[in-house]
């Protein structure tokens, strides 16, 4: 059975201390009222940490967590203790609540937020940088498997792994056992690359997926005139779902047709302070995905 949930970044939350954030209440109680049963944690930090807490506040609200989110700079070897850090909390929280999924997303470098959907300039690792780099995804790969969670890496505009040959060579370098993918739908539009042909070769090692549409229009404009990431967002390059340029009835097709079990989350990154109702996306991407059957 597929489920829909949504998650924190469709309502402008990206960094915990962001102090645009909207309450971590109000993204629970708005998220259950536009017809949503789960949903991610966020960045650490942003909702409590103490897990009484957002227990009682996910059970006011009949809603599920389904994962958490780390987006920190593993390119980065001078940030590790950073990045493990928010690796370790999250996982603590992760299990605290039974969720099930642990996604690690290489965030944002200044060496690559310029070439951001222009995948032939992107500016490559030399073989001891990416090995390096391989070895701090493996060990966080590692730690979520520690603690019963299933891992899936998800490329990120402008970050390391953004371009599709970057995530397979990933995906190539670190067993299957301890990683999987979450596929997100709109970053994979965004570096230039067909989502659903990704998705057909595969399939069995997605485990967990991110619905994001992209507006084609923007996405030119962005690529183009190199706009920095929140700056599209802020743009509206992340549409509402079934405005854009991902075709999810296709995707759809072939979750079902692999017999995917599992959670399918929505987000819809947007400018905490923008002009956008976040719940009304919300509404509306429940209900368009309602009507091409999910």
Same mark, same amino acid.
Not at 6 to 22: L, Q
Not at 40 to 65: C, V
């Given at each position: 059975?597929?489920?829909?949930?949504?998650?924190?970044?469709?309502?402008?939350?990206?960094?915990?201390?962001?102090?645009?954030?909207?309450?971590?209440?109000?993204?629970?109680?708005?998220?259950?009222?536009?017809?949503?049963?789960?949903?991610?944690?966020?960045?650490?930090?942003?909702?409590?940490?103490?897990?009484?807490?957002?227990?009682?506040?996910?059970?006011?609200?009949?809603?599920?967590?389904?994962?958490?989110?780390?987006?920190?700079?593993?390119?980065?070897?001078?940030?590790?203790?950073?990045?493990?850090?928010?690796?370790?909390?999250?996982?603590?929280?992760?299990?605290?609540?039974?969720?099930?999924?642990?996604?690690?997303?290489?965030?944002?470098?200044?060496?690559?937020?310029? /070439?951001?959907?222009?995948? *032939?300039? &992107? %500016?490559?690792?030399?073989?001891?940088?990416?090995? +390096?780099? =391989? @070895?701090?995804?493996?060990?966080?790969?590692?730690?979520?498997?520690?603690?019963?969670?299933?891992?899936?890496?998800?490329?990120?505009?402008?970050?390391?792994?953004?371009?599709?040959?970057?995530?397979?060579?990933?995906?190539?370098?670190?067993?299957?056992?301890?990683?999987?993918?979450?596929?997100?739908?709109?970053?994979?539009?965004?570096?230039?690359?067909?989502?659903?042909?990704?998705?057909?070769?595969?399939?069995?090692?997605?485990?967990?997926?991110?619905?994001?549409?992209?507006?084609?229009?923007?996405?030119?404009?962005?690529?183009?005139?190199? /706009?920095?990431?929140?700056? *599209?967002? &802020? %743009?509206?390059?992340?549409?509402?779902?079934?405005? +854009?340029? =991902? @075709?999810?009835?296709?995707?759809?097709?072939?979750?079902?047709?692999?017999?995917?079990?599992?959670?399918?989350?929505?987000?819809?990154?947007?400018?905490?302070?923008?002009?956008?109702?976040?719940?009304?996306?919300?509404?509306?991407?429940?209900?368009?995905?309602?009507?091409?059957?999910?």
């Amino acid at each position: 059975m597929i489920e829909i949930g949504n998650a924190p970044c469709s309502w402008g939350v990206e960094f915990a201390d962001d102090p645009r954030n909207p309450s971590w209440r109000k993204v629970l109680s708005d998220c259950a009222a536009a017809g949503y049963r789960g949903i991610e944690l966020g960045p650490i930090g942003f909702m409590p940490e103490d897990p009484a807490i957002l227990a009682d506040a996910l059970a006011e609200n009949g809603l599920t967590l389904i994962g958490g989110v780390v987006f920190r700079p593993f390119h980065d070897p001078a940030k590790w203790d950073e990045v493990w850090d928010a690796s370790v909390r999250t996982c603590k929280a992760l299990v605290s609540h039974g969720a099930k999924h642990l996604v690690l997303i290489d965030s944002i470098s200044p060496r690559r937020a310029p /070439t951001a959907g222009r995948a *032939a300039e &992107a %500016e490559q690792m030399g073989a001891a940088e990416w090995a +390096g780099f =391989v @070895d701090r995804f493996r060990k966080v790969c590692q730690l979520g498997t520690d603690h019963g969670l299933t891992v899936g890496i998800h490329a990120h505009a402008a970050g390391f792994i953004d371009f599709e040959p970057e995530l397979e060579r990933l995906l190539g370098e670190i067993d299957d056992s301890l990683l999987k993918i979450c596929f997100d739908t709109g970053h994979h539009s965004y570096a230039g690359y067909d989502p659903v042909a990704f998705m057909r070769r595969h399939i069995g090692r997605i485990s967990y997926m991110h619905f994001k549409d992209i507006d084609p229009v923007v996405k030119a404009r962005a690529v183009a005139n190199r /706009t920095g990431f929140y700056d *599209a967002c &802020a %743009e509206g390059i992340f549409c509402n779902l079934g405005k +854009g340029d =991902v @075709d999810f009835p296709a995707v759809r097709q072939i979750l079902l047709d692999a017999g995917f079990n599992g959670w399918c989350t929505v987000e819809q990154d947007c400018d905490p302070a923008g002009p956008t109702s976040p719940i009304d996306d919300a509404r509306a991407n429940r209900a368009y995905l309602s009507s091409i059957g999910f």
